[in-house]
């Protein structure tokens, strides 16, 4: 398979938006479109891209702001996790009312399970509960891009914030430790702000392994 992997900045969070494509099949997954719909279509339509799918690693406003948009328009499924449904469908746990000083609330399509396998765009991507940020917080692996879409679990040197309605501390260390630092060292990980990393420099680097 012919995978690329790439992202735009959208929103005034500057959140990266990702775009996993097969390009064979010319047909693009979009993980976490925070803002800016036009701009993503336009991203996609540049590449030659169908965007077939949608992933929210997680449900805060700035990762799922242009779900709804892009759903209406494009007749596309949005995926996120079960347990993150609770928060998608409140203003106040997703943050819309502070960030956006209005009421967002989504419901996805199809609720996801930990170590669940999709086949999307040709593509086969794992679900991986990745709890802490949120507690619904989740990651996608994909073995055959050698990349894993972390949201805002892990950073380039850093991890996310807990500090958040239903965040732990305990939970998302044991997460990024369990989880994530098991898939092989060159593993890319595309955060959801900031640069790209690797596994294997995240667990130099991060002194609580």
């Given at each position: 398979?012919?995978?690329?992997v790439t992202?735009?900045?959208v929103?005034?969070?500057a959140?990266?938006c990702?775009f996993?494509?097969n390009?064979?099949t010319?047909?693009?997954?979009?993980?976490?479109?925070?803002?800016?719909?036009d701009?993503i279509?336009?991203?996609?339509e540049?590449?030659g891209?169908?965007?077939?799918?949608?992933l929210?690693?997680h449900?805060?406003?700035?990762?799922m702001g242009?779900?709804?948009?892009?759903r209406?328009?494009?007749g596309?499924?949005?995926?996120a996790?079960?347990?993150?449904?609770d928060?998608?469908?409140?203003?106040?746990?997703n943050?819309s009312v502070?960030?956006?000083?209005k009421v967002?609330?989504?419901?996805?399509d199809?609720?996801?399970r930990d170590g669940q396998e999709?086949t999307?765009?040709?593509?086969k991507?794992?679900?991986i509960?990745t709890?802490?940020?949120?507690?619904?917080g989740?990651?996608?692996?994909?073995a055959?891009?050698?990349?894993?879409?972390?949201?805002d679990?892990l950073?380039?040197?850093s991890?996310?914030?807990s500090?958040?309605?239903?965040?732990?501390?305990?939970a998302?260390?044991?997460?990024?430790k369990e989880k994530?630092?098991l898939l092989p060292?060159?593993?890319?990980?595309?955060p959801?702000h900031g640069?790209?990393t690797t596994?294997g420099?995240?667990?130099?680097?991060?002194?609580?392994?």
């Open positions: 398979m012919n995978s690329k992202h735009i900045n929103g005034n969070l959140e990266n990702w996993l494509a390009e064979d010319k047909e693009a997954v979009v993980i976490d479109p925070g803002a800016e719909p701009r279509c336009a991203a996609a540049k590449h891209w169908k965007i077939t799918a949608i929210l690693t449900g805060h406003i700035d990762h242009a779900c709804e948009s892009l209406t328009e494009l596309v499924k949005v995926y996790l079960t347990e993150e449904e928060l998608l469908l409140d203003a106040k746990k943050l502070f960030i956006e000083r967002v609330t989504f419901e996805p199809e609720l996801l999709l999307l765009a040709g593509m991507i794992q679900v509960h709890p802490g940020h949120t507690p619904g989740c990651s996608y692996y994909v055959d891009a050698g990349c894993v879409f972390s949201g679990t950073f380039a040197e991890v996310g914030r500090d958040f309605p239903g965040g732990s501390t305990s998302l260390v044991r997460a990024v994530l630092f060292d060159d593993t890319l990980v595309c959801g640069e790209e596994i420099h995240e667990k130099k680097y991060n002194s609580f392994v």
